[in-house]
């Protein structure tokens, strides 16, 4: 009995050595407790404040303002996603690279899809109006502003500020 109660001790004092080293066995509600959950909103808000920016320039309507004005909004976006994913998310849940390696993928795609969309159909060739490469930067934009805002949303779901 006592050979028990010193092995189960031994290991019990393993196991928590062990948590207490290895974040990933440590409980889902610890990990919580150590995320700073108000960032979500402030989150939101630095996302609104990007798109309220851009929407300035893009009511002024001259189109190469525009553009560099949804490049930067988009910077700006990709910038909150990535300190968002980088706080609350594992380095390896977004596999190799991480979310700026998905981010890169993303861009790749809006080159290799949402452009040529816009901006390569037999209707304007040989040259479309840059309002057409207008369009497939806001496809862009709003790509990135959904998965901010699902991102978000889903952790406030985990958030004990949020629950009701």
């Known amino acids: 009995m006592a050979y028990r109660l010193k ?7 393993i196991l928590a050595g062990a948590t207490m080293l290895d ?13 700073d959950f108000g960032r979500l909103n402030a989150a939101a808000e630095r996302a609104d404040r990007c ?9 002024k309507g001259e189109q190469e303002q525009i553009l560099a004005a949804l490049t930067e909004q988009r ?4 910038g909150i996603l990535l ?3 980088r706080e609350f998310y594992p380095p390896d849940a977004f596999g190799a690279g991480g979310m700026e390696a998905r981010l890169a993928d993303l861009r790749h795609s809006n080159d290799a899809i949402l452009d040529p969309i816009y901006t390569k159909p037999r209707t ?3 040259s479309c109006a840059p309002l057409y490469r207008i ?3 806001e496809a862009y934009v709003t790509t990135v502003r959904t998965l901010l805002d699902g991102m978000l949303d889903r952790l ?7 629950r009701q």
């Open 83 to 85: 300190a968002t994913a």
């Open 51 to 59: 798109d309220a920016k851009a929407q300035a320039v893009y009511d």
């Open 124 to 126: 304007c060739a040989p």
């Open 156 to 162: 406030k779901d985990e958030s004990p500020y949020y």
């Open 7 to 13: 092995t189960t001790l031994w290991s019990s004092m």
């Open 135 to 137: 369009w497939a930067a």
């Open 23 to 35: 974040p990933a066995a440590t409980s889902a509600a610890e990990q919580r407790g150590k995320l």
């Open 75 to 78: 910077a700006c976006l990709e």
